[in-house]
């Protein structure tokens, strides 16, 4: 497995109980969605991420607990902790209007009608409500800066993967989202 064909789903926070649950964050939507992979890769990074198959995986509040075959009591469970959680790029399963947040990463971002460029996705954040991009404005703007653009129906219009570009209608107002850099 290349650290290039794996994607990163979740983060392990540490220990829970006696028998070696692992307390787990999941970047998956819904969070339960982690659950359905029965083999995750863990490791600070994809390139030194090893395969451990999952006995067990349950929603805990807000978190999820799993079990990881060879993992059976909290010392072997609090190695874990700070690790990342992996699962190969080809079995993880997207509806047409969903994305990979990997798959925005480097995306030009466009004003919709003018295509005016407003920059590149950088990251994504999730702040609750909604997800928003990231994107930074290139060194020779007029005004340098960063935007934070919420990812839904009515501001994201158009994301073409093939050309990797995303259009944006940004209504009235929207200049708060945007935070110049000196």
Known sequence: ????????????????GLKGALIVFS????AQAIAGYSCWWIGKTAATAKAYPVRRCWQHGKRMLAELEGVSDCDQAALFKKLKVWVPI??????????????????????????????TVTALEEYGAQDNLLVHTPDD???PGEWLIPFI??????????DCVITVDLPEGMDVCFTPRS
């Open 1 to 16: 497995m290349t650290a290039e064909s794996l994607l990163h789903i979740g983060d392990i926070l540490g220990a829970h």
């Open 90 to 119: 080809d079995v993880v399963e997207t509806d047409d209007d969903e994305y990979l947040w990997e798959e925005l990463i480097g995306c030009r971002v466009i004003k919709e009608g003018t295509l005016e460029p407003l920059g």
């Open 27 to 30: 970047h998956t939507r819904p």
């Open 141 to 143: 703007a007029a005004e």
């Open 153 to 162: 129906e009515d501001v994201v219009t158009d994301v073409n993967l093939d």
